[in-house]
């Protein structure tokens, strides 16, 4: 059982509400299909590929494998050991309407705070800080879309996929102090974030 009890905001409920009432069934069968994009166990494969294929190469793409993996795990763990601490009901067990409509059910029914698809996102947008702006910007945009399904299948609250985001962001910064990501060489100087 779990130390606290989170319960949604006002805000939370409307907006779940409103989901369960407009969204059509196409847009939750695609928004579905995308979550699989925010997944931790494809997000580790994909992390632990990049990490060996950057192994050899010059230093500055071992640290970016070096953070992807390290980040990427911590965004997999954290959430499980915080949904050991707080419980907060889905959505999806609350808002009925949502199954007529056709929205299965997510996960264990009291684990909906953090997200995690969101805090693995909120962690790849940070690091895509680090790019030039187009790809930054497209990074983002992917980013913060493949969080929204989280909330267009009623797995989770606004209010928990703001969260994560945020988390994810947080740690992903607070990795570099440890791995060095991003390596700047001397022409560059500190003009990255």
Avoid: C
Wanted: proline share 5%.
């Amino acid at each position: 059982m779990a130390l606290l009890t989170v319960k949604p905001t006002r805000a939370d409920v409307e907006i779940a509400r409103s989901v369960a009432r407009n969204t059509t069934r196409r847009a939750e069968t695609v928004s579905r299909g995308l979550t699989w994009g925010a997944d931790e166990k494809i997000l580790l494969a994909l992390a632990v590929a990049g990490w060996i294929a950057s192994r050899g190469r010059s230093e500055r793409l071992q640290r970016a494998g070096n953070q992807a993996l390290l980040v990427t795990v911590a965004a997999s763990l954290l959430p499980h050991g915080m949904k050991s601490i707080f419980d907060q009901t889905r959505p999806d067990r609350k808002t009925v309407l949502g199954h007529v409509h056709g929205v299965p059910f997510s996960g264990k029914r009291k684990d909906a705070f953090p997200s995690g698809h969101a805090l693995h996102m909120g962690a790849l947008a940070s690091a895509a800080g680090t790019l030039a702006p187009g790809p930054r910007r497209a990074i983002r945009l992917l980013a913060v879309g493949l969080s929204l399904t989280r909330i267009v299948v009623l797995a989770h609250w606004a209010s928990d996929v703001a969260a994560g985001f945020a988390l994810g962001a947080f740690i992903e910064r607070l990795l570099r102090f440890w791995t060095g990501y991003p390596l700047r060489s001397k022409e560059e100087g500190d003009a990255n974030p």
